[in-house]
């Protein structure tokens, strides 16, 4: 397992548009990914999931993979979270 903690650099957090993108590339990978924040689990590939957790710029979130391409998974999603990758 990988996992990365993270503090949300997205200028308007993770709203519907980015949040999309994310699920989007969540989903094109093989392993098991989840999302972290305030205790509260979630599956990477969930949209209302990943809405439910209310993450805005600022936010700290840990992104976790479990699976044969867990690294590429953790490090591509951490980078979008922080700004570094876009999609849109």
Do not use: C
Not at 19 to 38: L, N
Not at 59 to 82: I, N, P, Q, Y
Request: net charge negative.
């Amino acid at each position: 397992m990988v996992s990365k903690q993270i503090t949300v650099a997205l200028e308007y957090g993770l709203h519907s548009k980015p949040a999309h993108y994310f699920v989007e590339k969540a989903s094109s990978f093989v392993s098991d990914i989840h999302v972290v924040r305030h205790n509260k689990i979630i599956d990477a590939k969930s949209y209302l999931g990943l809405l439910s957790l209310g993450i805005s710029n600022g936010s700290v979130v840990t992104v976790k993979a479990e699976g044969s391409d867990e690294k590429e998974a953790v490090e591509w999603l951490t980078r979008f979270l922080k700004g570094e990758e876009v999609l849109y």
